[in-house]
Structures are given as C-alpha cells and as structure tokens.
C-alpha cells in the first residue's frame, strides 16, 4: 500500500531469510535484518510499520522512539483514506484462509489487488 502510494518503503526482519524474501515478494530495494542496517536508515525514516504480533520491547521500537519516529500498525495504514476500494477481514480465528481464498478469487477473477497483513 505504502509503495503504491509513492512512498520509499524500506524493510526489517530480525531474521536475515525472512528479510531476504520480503525484498523478493515486495520488489523492496532497502530491506535488513540487522541493528547496524536499522541505525544506518531510521534518520531516513518517517514512521514504522509494525504487525500486531510485532514486540513492544523490541530494540527497534527503542531506536526509533529515542529518534522521535512514529508508530503504525497496519490496521491504522490501510484505514488511511484512498480512492482504492478496501476489504478487511478480522476476528480471531480463520482470518489467514478466508485472506487466502478471497485473494485466488480476486486473481481468478483477474482484479487487480494488493494483499495486506494475512496473505
């Protein structure tokens, strides 16, 4: 969402492969997974994008607070206003397939799509 609004998207991933797939999935030219990449961009940096699950001790939280840089998790990125249509799908169990199925249907039905969150 954030790169098909124009925005510089740079990635993190404490895990260097999962790091290294999120650069092949999302076409992402920045992505890390080390403190080193992280204080070598966060000056760069406007806000952080962080999924629900993500750890409020974590170092990066840290880092960026001790920088003044702003939190957001993805619920408060897609409800920002666009003229692209949204479908959110929540509770507590099942969200991950029904994301799944309603994005094969999306694509079979050859509608353009971006999948956020569950995938």
Do not use: C, K
Not at 89 to 96: A, K, Q, Y
Not at 105 to 110: E, H, K, N
Request: aromatic residues 6%.
């Amino acid at each position: 969402m954030a790169q098909r609004d124009g925005d510089d998207v740079i990635g993190y991933d404490d895990n260097e492969s999962t790091a290294a797939s999120v650069a092949d999935e999302f076409g992402l030219d920045r992505v890390g997974s080390t403190p080193a990449f992280i204080n070598d961009v966060l000056s760069a940096v406007d806000e952080v994008i962080v999924s629900p699950g993500f750890p409020l001790a974590h170092w990066l939280r840290t880092a960026a607070r001790a920088r003044g840089v702003a939190f957001v998790g993805d619920v408060g990125l897609t409800s920002r206003p666009t003229d692209a249509p949204n479908l959110a799908v929540h509770g507590t169990n099942g969200m991950s397939p029904v994301t799944r199925l309603i994005t094969e249907m999306l694509t079979a039905a050859g509608h353009p799509h971006t999948t956020g969150a569950n995938s």
